[in-house]
């Protein structure tokens, strides 16, 4: 069994995507696990807040298997592949870690960790004390660095 952990974003109709994505998510993984939503500005653009949050979870599919069905959970949401790298999204869901691999292919463990809080965050928040496999650091480590990332203002609002 592979740990994984996955980066839900949305910054349209966000609470009623991020939970179908999860839902979803729990139809396709084992031991489903979810950080506290983060809000934050968009990048890169002009556009609404985004909702963003961690999941964790298990699974026995292979790195190409799990972005497959990322892929098509996003497709089964709406997602416009049309649209530039940094717009607006109906949902955006991205393998950030598969267990400890490094592969530069499929850009594992995702370099988002290091440059954006609304993806460390998250992973600190469900893994503290997971050592990112580059960095020889724990995510909680990572985290205090925080203001030195992108996007830095953030709200934490509670998924209950």
Known sequence: MNEIHINIGSNQ?????????IEALKMNFF?????????SAAVGFK???????????????SIADVLSVLHTIENNQGRDRSQPKFSSRQIDLDLVLY???IDENNNLP???????NFVLLPLAQLSPQSVHPIENKT?????ATVKQL??????TLKTS
């Open 13 to 21: 109709n966000r609470r009623h995507n991020i939970t179908q994505a």
């Open 31 to 39: 031991n489903v696990v979810c950080s506290d939503i983060f809000e």
């Open 47 to 61: 556009g609404m807040d985004f909702y963003n949050m961690g999941v964790n979870a298990d699974t026995d599919l």
């Open 99 to 101: 267990d400890k691999v």
């Open 110 to 116: 995702r370099n988002d960790i290091l440059k954006y």
């Open 139 to 143: 995510y909680k480590q990572l985290s």
């Open 150 to 155: 992108k996007s830095y203002n953030i709200k």
